[in-house]
């Protein structure tokens, strides 16, 4: 008994403090999407982050499907990560100008199979 006590004790300690840590989500760092179509275009968007901040960002619309997304140039100065039908962008602390990436997008846009390239251009705030 004494034993499962401290047991619950030690659980409502760790979730007091667990509800204590505040999650923050990624700020707006690409203030206007212009759609891709997944028609074998290439949609241009730029990024805006603080030096050391991080830019986590969806790109699946509500009437597509992506099948997968690969970096076919990567950043020279930050960290890119492709993370399910996203991306996450860790900028570096020390920024000292812009950046730039490319992604390759495979999906579904309603019925039709495609493929889009994504061009994003990072500015330092």
Sequence with gaps: MRASLVSLLRVAVAAYA????TAHASPLCIKERTPFALSHDTVK???SIAPGADCIQGLRWSYMQIFSV?????????QL???????RYSAEREARGADKFTLLIS???RHDP???TLEIEVNPQ
């Design 18 to 21: 667990m509800s204590a840590l």
């Design 45 to 47: 968007w730029t990024m």
């Design 70 to 78: 690969s970096v076919v140039s990567g950043p020279s100065r930050g």
């Design 81 to 87: 990560a492709v993370v399910g039908s996203g991306f």
């Design 107 to 109: 999906g579904k846009n």
């Design 114 to 116: 495609g493929t889009s």
